[in-house]
């Protein structure tokens, strides 16, 4: 036999064999899977099983409670406060009375990405505008950025607006919040901007606010002029201009105006009341109430007889029967006996017997109520 034909002979016995060791196996061979189609996906391993997410650390009698509170459900963007676990969480005072204290785990909770348990703690977290932790600061200015939920979105802004941004160096981000998306954000802020930190910043930021394309933030930011505001030399020539606003605004600047401590600014609310209600048919709601609260400041805070006069003539303006408002009628009752009280006494008698039930009620009342005062006063 040839070497040739005995190497055929062994290849021959190899293919019969069995692939392993010992017995005969079929001879069938078994084909690899086909390689996918040019350009498929290649397959995906199996997925390793997931970690067990760290438990949330902080102080454990927060964390229980708030457990319970998590457990409610979302009502547009909000825990619902008739659940139980939400409620308990909401009305809890003592876990919260020292706020320092309870920082670190709230903090922790509003860094999570759990958009209940962010709610949760910007419930309950709290800065004095006094705070100076730039570090604690720089967090919270880094969660309220990124913040999707409206309502935390604008609790954060409230509690950064009231504090000196400028100062822990985020004078910027202040000027940004002046343009976040979000209008209840910006009202937020508008509320709280100049109450506790005056700088040339936080006036910068509510100039940004009184131009906003939205009513509400301009009147909050009208609003922030007064009372509790310091009343400095900026904060008057801010006022002044608001005074002259043309649209319906108007009266909320003139009420902020005779609020404020400016020099002689009351008898100029006075006088620009006086030139606005001419006709009393066009006296609406929208700056009726507003005029009312503003000539009774007014005249409480001036020390011009000849202003309370005038003041009066207004007031007297605004209950004229031919308002169209009764509730602006109703509101400037109180302000007669301030602005006169001597001659509000035949006014109020007058309007008791008005047609509109509202009115003739409140001025009997408010014309009772005048009595008693001078009665004592004898």
């Given amino acids: 036999m040839t070497l040739r034909s005995v190497m055929l002979a062994v290849l021959a016995t190899a293919s019969l064999a069995a692939p392993g060791c010992g017995g005969s196996q079929s001879s069938e061979a078994v084909a690899p899977p086909p390689p996918p189609p040019s350009g498929a996906p290649a397959?995906?391993?199996s997925a390793a099983p997931a970690e067990a997410a760290p438990a949330q650390?902080?102080?454990p009698k927060i964390l229980k409670l708030a457990e319970a509170a998590l457990a409610c459900p979302l009502e547009e963007g909000r825990l619902a406060y008739e659940c139980e676990g939400y409620k308990a969480w909401s009305e809890e005072q003592d876990l919260f009375s020292d706020h320092e204290k309870a920082w670190p785990t709230l903090l922790a909770m509003l860094e999570s990405p759990d958009e209940k348990r962010r709610l949760l703690a910007a419930d309950k977290f709290y800065m004095p505008s006094s705070v100076d932790d730039k570090a604690m600061v720089d967090r919270v200015v880094a969660v309220q950025?990124?913040?999707?939920?409206?309502?935390?979105?604008?609790?954060?802004a409230s509690l950064l607006a009231r504090i000196d941004m400028v100062k822990l160096g985020h004078g910027d981000d202040l000027r940004a919040l002046a343009k976040h998306p979000e209008k209840e954000v910006r009202e937020s802020i508008a509320f709280y901007l100049l109450r506790p930190h005056q700088n040339p910043t936080t006036l910068e930021v509510l100039g940004?606010?009184?131009?906003?394309?939205?009513?509400?933030?301009?009147r909050q930011a009208i609003g922030a002029l007064s009372p509790t505001t310091d009343s400095t030399e900026a904060v008057c020539k801010i006022v002044r201009e608001q005074m002259k606003r043309t649209d319906d605004l108007v009266g909320e600047a003139l009420k902020t105006a005779s609020r404020t401590r400016c020099e002689g600014i009351h008898g100029e609310v006075i006088d620009a009341l006086a030139k606005n209600t001419t006709d009393a048919t066009k006296i609406v709601n929208a700056v009726g109430v507003d005029y009312a609260l503003a000539v009774e400041w007014a005249c409480r805070e001036t020390p011009k007889p000849e202003a309370k006069k005038k003041g009066f003539a207004v007031a007297k303006k605004l209950t004229d029967v031919k308002v169209p408002d009764a509730n602006t009628r109703r509101a400037a009752l109180s302000a007669?006996?301030?602005?006169?009280?001597?001659?509000?006494?035949?006014?109020?008698?007058?309007l008791g017997k008005d047609k509109d039930k509202y009115v003739s009620e409140a001025?009997?009342?408010e014309l009772a109520e005048l009595k008693k005062k001078a009665a004592a006063q004898k």
């Fill in 43 to 45: 397959p995906i391993p």
């Fill in 57 to 59: 650390a902080g102080d």
């Fill in 145 to 156: 950025k990124k913040e999707t939920n409206p309502q935390v979105a604008k609790d954060l």
């Fill in 208 to 218: 940004i606010l009184l131009q906003d394309p939205e009513r509400d933030v301009k």
């Fill in 336 to 350: 007669l006996g301030v602005c006169d009280a001597a001659a509000a006494t035949s006014v109020l008698t007058a």
């Fill in 363 to 365: 001025a009997a009342k």
